[in-house]
């Protein structure tokens, strides 16, 4: 079964309905992803999963239980990590108490935790002593990461992970992303990137205007989106 599941989710923004009936399912060892053009409700369906967001319908399942009035940090504690769209990463703190911060308010505390994820995304060099300030936006997406699997997630949600990346720091970061799923981590991604879905995701769900219009692996749902 889903270790997140979302059922029949309903978001209301004064009179614009935002969200009209969105279920998807979350699974262990696969990449999720939702795309969709701009405005199709992706945003507003992640801060649902992530707790950001009640909605005024619908449910979120973690496990078979209903998180839907758990507050992010709750859920952050049983298991579900995020990423940020806009990097919010701390700028004073070095890259390893960045890091240390995820596993602190995490699912688990664990200093080799904390080792794993600065090697797995490649930060257990001379920058981890740096302040993330000045950093350049690659490395800050991967603290980001690293932070958000530094607690021993079960699930990431992971808002546009490939923003503001090059080429190769795309494929390097699909590299590791997959390396997660085969781990065992259910993972959720949103989106734009095309090309880094179709090499990453094992199911795509299209969103247009608050519905999912499309779900499947991504070479036929793809070519519909
Ligand atoms: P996406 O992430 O797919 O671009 P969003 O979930 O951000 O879509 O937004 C879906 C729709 O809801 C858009 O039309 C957006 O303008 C609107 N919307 C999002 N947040 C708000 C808000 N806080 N107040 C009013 N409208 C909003
Ligand atoms: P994000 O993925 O960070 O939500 P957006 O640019 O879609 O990116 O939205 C930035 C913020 O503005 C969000 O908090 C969103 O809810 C809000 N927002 C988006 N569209 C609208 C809107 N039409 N009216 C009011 N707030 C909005």
Redesign the pocket.
Known sequence: HPVLAARGLRVR?GGFTALDGVGLDVAAGRVTAVVGP?GAG???L??CLAGTLRPAGGRVLFDGWDVTRLPAHARTRLGIARTF??LAVFPTLTVAENVRIGAEHGRIADPAAVERALRLFGLDGPVRTLPAAGLPTGTLRRVELARAFAGAPRVLLL??PAAGLDTAEVAALARVLRALAADGTALLVVEHDLDLVAGLADVVHVMAAGRVVASGPPGGVLDAA
């Open positions: 923004y701009n992706k945003s507003t992640f801060h769209q806009q808002d546009e």
